[in-house]
């Protein structure tokens, strides 16, 4: 029984390996999804080929301003948690420093879209415009990204219990 075991499960190992292998060189899970080609408002806007492209330069500008943003709040915040046991660190510049980034992030977004804006029609910018309310207006009242429920507001709330 053993013997004839032995070569199955050999098999089969050899051939998972080569799944495993298959997979790294060629990284299906990474493909899924192309930003560049199947941007939402593209697609919403029915933008031309120009605009597209215009587009596709602003995108990519605004995403590697946004990461190293990002990269920057990240830093700073690995500064301020990691001094618990430090008693000459000044919380009050970090935490400056960390509202700056912040708001240049928020000053880029709007950047980004006041210059995506300028790349409409007049009938694209009409879209635009309710699409950018309707996304401003689900954010107030979206649960947090990680899946769990915001807490409950306050004019919901049933009344105590007598």
Known sequence: MKSKLLPI??????????????????????????????NFLTT??????SQAEK????????????RSLEEETRKQKDILFNSFNKSAINIDSLT????????????????FFKSVRTLCT????KKFDKI????????????????R?????REGMPPPPR
Not at 13 to 35: A, C, S, W, Y
Not at 122 to 125: D, G, K, P, W
Not at 132 to 147: F, I, M, S, V, Y
Request: charged letters at 30%; hydrophobic letters at 35%.
């Open 9 to 38: 499960l050999l098999f089969l190992l050899i051939l998972l390996n080569g799944v495993l292998i298959f997979m790294l060189v060629t990284k299906p899970h990474e493909n899924q999804r192309d930003h560049q080609k199947n």
């Open 149 to 153: 429920n915001p807490p409950p507001r």
């Open 96 to 111: 400056s420093k960390i509202g700056v980034l912040s708001a240049k992030k928020d000053a880029e977004v709007y950047r």
């Open 44 to 49: 919403q806007l029915n933008f031309t080929d």
């Open 122 to 125: 007049v009938e694209q910018t």
């Open 55 to 66: 587009f596709k330069e602003l995108d990519k500008t605004h995403r590697d301003f946004m």
């Open 132 to 147: 950018l309310k309707r996304a401003l207006r689900a954010g107030e009242g979206a649960p947090p990204r990680d899946g």
